[in-house]
T-cell receptor
Protein backbone atom coordinates (compact mmCIF):
# COMPACT_ATOMS: atom_id res chain seq x y z
CA UNK A 1 0.00 0.00 0.00
CA UNK A 2 1.74 3.17 -1.14
CA UNK A 3 0.65 6.59 -0.08
CA UNK A 4 1.45 9.90 -1.71
CA UNK A 5 5.17 10.21 -2.41
CA UNK A 6 7.19 13.36 -2.99
CA UNK A 7 10.67 13.91 -4.30
CA UNK A 8 13.01 15.31 -3.17
CA UNK A 9 12.30 15.42 0.56
CA UNK A 10 14.71 18.31 1.03
CA UNK A 11 16.08 20.92 -1.36
CA UNK A 12 18.56 23.67 -0.62
CA UNK A 13 19.09 26.21 -3.36
CA UNK A 14 20.52 29.65 -3.89
CA UNK A 15 18.32 32.63 -4.52
CA UNK A 16 17.58 33.03 -8.20
CA UNK A 17 17.82 29.34 -9.08
CA UNK A 18 14.95 27.28 -10.44
CA UNK A 19 13.69 24.22 -8.59
CA UNK A 20 11.26 21.45 -9.51
CA UNK A 21 9.41 19.09 -7.19
CA UNK A 22 7.60 15.90 -8.06
CA UNK A 23 4.50 14.34 -6.52
CA UNK A 24 3.14 10.85 -7.14
CA UNK A 25 -0.42 10.54 -5.84
CA UNK A 26 -2.07 7.43 -4.47
CA UNK A 27 -2.78 5.11 -7.37
CA UNK A 28 -6.04 5.94 -9.20
CA UNK A 29 -6.62 9.14 -7.22
CA UNK A 30 -7.78 11.55 -9.87
CA UNK A 31 -7.47 14.76 -7.84
CA UNK A 32 -4.08 16.15 -6.88
CA UNK A 33 -3.43 19.24 -4.74
CA UNK A 34 -0.43 21.37 -3.87
CA UNK A 35 -0.17 23.25 -0.58
CA UNK A 36 2.57 25.32 1.02
CA UNK A 37 3.31 25.34 4.73
CA UNK A 38 5.56 27.82 6.51
CA UNK A 39 6.94 27.28 9.98
CA UNK A 40 4.31 27.43 12.70
CA UNK A 41 1.39 27.71 10.29
CA UNK A 42 -1.15 25.41 8.76
CA UNK A 43 -0.87 24.46 5.08
CA UNK A 44 -2.16 26.94 2.49
CA UNK A 45 -3.70 25.90 -0.80
CA UNK A 46 -1.80 26.59 -4.01
CA UNK A 47 -3.52 24.69 -6.82
CA UNK A 48 -5.30 21.48 -7.73
CA UNK A 49 -5.80 19.18 -10.70
CA UNK A 50 -8.58 16.87 -11.67
CA UNK A 51 -6.88 14.35 -13.93
CA UNK A 52 -4.66 16.52 -16.17
CA UNK A 53 -6.76 19.68 -15.92
CA UNK A 54 -5.63 22.42 -13.53
CA UNK A 55 -8.95 23.62 -12.12
CA UNK A 56 -8.11 26.09 -9.37
CA UNK A 57 -5.17 28.33 -8.54
CA UNK A 58 -4.61 30.39 -5.43
CA UNK A 59 -3.44 33.98 -5.49
CA UNK A 60 -0.39 32.62 -3.67
CA UNK A 61 0.67 31.00 -6.93
CA UNK A 62 2.66 33.84 -8.43
CA UNK A 63 3.90 33.93 -12.02
CA UNK A 64 7.13 32.29 -10.90
CA UNK A 65 5.24 29.14 -9.95
CA UNK A 66 3.97 26.61 -12.44
CA UNK A 67 2.40 23.22 -11.88
CA UNK A 68 1.70 20.47 -14.37
CA UNK A 69 0.09 17.07 -14.42
CA UNK A 70 0.58 16.08 -18.05
CA UNK A 71 -0.80 12.54 -18.01
CA UNK A 72 -3.13 12.81 -15.07
CA UNK A 73 -0.81 10.80 -12.84
CA UNK A 74 2.27 12.45 -11.27
CA UNK A 75 2.59 16.22 -10.97
CA UNK A 76 5.48 18.66 -10.92
CA UNK A 77 5.70 22.05 -9.25
CA UNK A 78 8.37 24.40 -10.57
CA UNK A 79 9.52 27.61 -8.94
CA UNK A 80 11.55 29.93 -11.11
CA UNK A 81 13.99 32.55 -9.80
CA UNK A 82 13.57 31.43 -6.22
CA UNK A 83 13.39 34.01 -3.44
CA UNK A 84 14.09 33.61 0.26
CA UNK A 85 10.38 33.97 0.92
CA UNK A 86 9.78 30.75 -1.03
CA UNK A 87 11.40 28.77 1.79
CA UNK A 88 8.66 26.46 3.06
CA UNK A 89 7.38 22.89 3.09
CA UNK A 90 5.59 22.06 -0.16
CA UNK A 91 2.93 19.44 0.39
CA UNK A 92 1.10 17.36 -2.16
CA UNK A 93 -2.21 15.63 -1.49
CA UNK A 94 -4.54 13.43 -3.49
CA UNK A 95 -8.16 12.35 -3.29
CA UNK A 96 -10.57 10.03 -5.05
CA UNK A 97 -14.21 10.38 -6.04
CA UNK A 98 -16.69 10.16 -4.51
CA UNK A 99 -14.93 11.16 -1.26
CA UNK A 100 -13.02 13.99 -2.87
CA UNK A 101 -12.96 16.00 0.32
CA UNK A 102 -10.77 13.47 2.12
CA UNK A 103 -7.34 14.62 1.03
CA UNK A 104 -4.33 12.43 1.81
CA UNK A 105 -0.98 14.16 2.11
CA UNK A 106 2.53 13.16 1.18
CA UNK A 107 5.60 13.74 3.37
CA UNK A 108 6.38 17.08 1.75
CA UNK A 109 9.43 18.70 0.18
CA UNK A 110 11.22 21.16 2.42
CA UNK A 111 12.73 23.99 0.39
CA UNK A 112 15.40 26.27 1.81
CA UNK A 113 16.44 29.24 -0.30
CA UNK A 114 19.75 30.79 0.76
CA UNK B 1 -4.09 33.70 3.65
CA UNK B 2 -7.29 32.88 5.47
CA UNK B 3 -6.99 30.45 8.34
CA UNK B 4 -9.41 29.07 10.83
CA UNK B 5 -9.13 30.06 14.49
CA UNK B 6 -7.86 27.02 16.33
CA UNK B 7 -7.38 26.84 20.08
CA UNK B 8 -5.52 26.28 22.21
CA UNK B 9 -2.26 26.93 20.38
CA UNK B 10 -0.46 24.48 22.63
CA UNK B 11 -1.17 22.10 25.48
CA UNK B 12 1.14 20.36 27.90
CA UNK B 13 -0.66 17.54 29.68
CA UNK B 14 -0.01 14.49 31.80
CA UNK B 15 -0.25 11.06 30.24
CA UNK B 16 -3.74 9.64 30.79
CA UNK B 17 -5.51 13.01 30.71
CA UNK B 18 -8.20 13.88 28.20
CA UNK B 19 -7.62 16.64 25.66
CA UNK B 20 -10.02 19.02 23.93
CA UNK B 21 -9.36 21.43 21.11
CA UNK B 22 -11.60 23.40 18.82
CA UNK B 23 -11.76 25.33 15.61
CA UNK B 24 -14.00 28.24 14.62
CA UNK B 25 -14.61 30.03 11.37
CA UNK B 26 -16.52 33.04 10.13
CA UNK B 27 -17.57 30.99 7.10
CA UNK B 28 -19.63 27.82 6.92
CA UNK B 29 -18.16 24.56 5.75
CA UNK B 30 -19.76 21.36 4.50
CA UNK B 31 -16.78 19.23 5.51
CA UNK B 32 -14.51 19.35 8.53
CA UNK B 33 -11.32 17.30 8.72
CA UNK B 34 -8.83 16.74 11.53
CA UNK B 35 -5.18 15.95 10.82
CA UNK B 36 -2.11 15.16 12.93
CA UNK B 37 1.34 16.20 11.80
CA UNK B 38 4.67 14.98 13.16
CA UNK B 39 7.85 17.04 12.68
CA UNK B 40 9.16 16.88 9.13
CA UNK B 41 6.20 14.89 7.86
CA UNK B 42 2.95 15.60 6.08
CA UNK B 43 -0.43 15.78 7.86
CA UNK B 44 -2.16 12.46 8.47
CA UNK B 45 -5.96 12.36 8.21
CA UNK B 46 -7.61 11.35 11.48
CA UNK B 47 -11.32 12.03 11.12
CA UNK B 48 -13.67 13.42 8.44
CA UNK B 49 -17.05 14.99 9.25
CA UNK B 50 -19.77 15.69 6.71
CA UNK B 51 -22.97 16.65 8.53
CA UNK B 52 -23.82 19.40 10.99
CA UNK B 53 -24.10 17.88 14.45
CA UNK B 54 -22.27 14.71 13.41
CA UNK B 55 -20.17 13.02 16.09
CA UNK B 56 -17.52 10.58 14.84
CA UNK B 57 -14.98 8.48 16.69
CA UNK B 58 -11.70 6.90 15.66
CA UNK B 59 -10.31 4.93 18.59
CA UNK B 60 -9.60 7.37 21.41
CA UNK B 61 -10.39 10.32 19.16
CA UNK B 62 -13.84 11.88 18.90
CA UNK B 63 -14.71 14.83 16.70
CA UNK B 64 -17.88 16.82 16.21
CA UNK B 65 -19.20 18.96 13.37
CA UNK B 66 -20.77 22.03 15.00
CA UNK B 67 -24.45 22.63 14.34
CA UNK B 68 -23.76 26.14 13.02
CA UNK B 69 -21.35 24.56 10.48
CA UNK B 70 -18.81 27.14 11.58
CA UNK B 71 -16.98 25.11 14.19
CA UNK B 72 -15.62 21.70 15.05
CA UNK B 73 -14.18 20.00 18.12
CA UNK B 74 -11.67 17.21 18.68
CA UNK B 75 -11.33 15.26 21.89
CA UNK B 76 -8.59 12.75 22.72
CA UNK B 77 -9.25 10.49 25.66
CA UNK B 78 -6.61 8.93 27.91
CA UNK B 79 -3.65 10.53 26.14
CA UNK B 80 -0.46 8.54 25.58
CA UNK B 81 3.05 9.74 24.67
CA UNK B 82 2.61 8.94 20.96
CA UNK B 83 -0.24 11.49 20.80
CA UNK B 84 2.45 14.18 20.78
CA UNK B 85 2.31 16.27 17.63
CA UNK B 86 0.48 19.14 16.00
CA UNK B 87 -3.23 18.74 15.35
CA UNK B 88 -4.83 20.72 12.55
CA UNK B 89 -8.46 21.29 11.74
CA UNK B 90 -9.38 21.93 8.13
CA UNK B 91 -12.64 23.04 6.56
CA UNK B 92 -13.94 22.79 3.04
CA UNK B 93 -16.90 24.35 1.29
CA UNK B 94 -17.39 22.80 -2.13
CA UNK B 95 -19.46 25.79 -3.23
CA UNK B 96 -16.43 28.02 -2.65
CA UNK B 97 -13.79 25.80 -4.20
CA UNK B 98 -12.22 22.46 -3.44
CA UNK B 99 -9.36 23.59 -1.29
CA UNK B 100 -8.91 22.92 2.41
CA UNK B 101 -8.63 25.91 4.74
CA UNK B 102 -6.48 25.02 7.75
CA UNK B 103 -6.34 26.22 11.31
CA UNK B 104 -3.08 27.33 12.88
CA UNK B 105 -2.66 24.05 14.74
CA UNK B 106 -2.63 22.86 18.34
CA UNK B 107 0.72 21.58 19.57
CA UNK B 108 0.18 18.74 22.03
CA UNK B 109 2.87 17.70 24.44
CA UNK B 110 2.35 14.72 26.77
CA UNK B 111 4.35 14.18 29.91
CA UNK B 112 4.81 10.48 30.73
Amino acid sequence: DTGVSQDPRHKITKRGQNVTFRCDPISEHNRLYWYRQTLGQGPEFLTYFQNEAQLEKSRLLSDRFSAERPKGSFSTLEIQRTEQGDSAMYLCASSLEPVYNEQFFGPGTRLTVL
Amino acid sequence: GQQLNQSPQSMFIQEGEDVSMNCTSSSIFNTWLWYKQDPGEGPVLLIALYKAGELTSNGRLTAQFGITRKDSFLNISASIPSDVGIYFCAGLNNNAGNMLTFGGGTRLMVKP
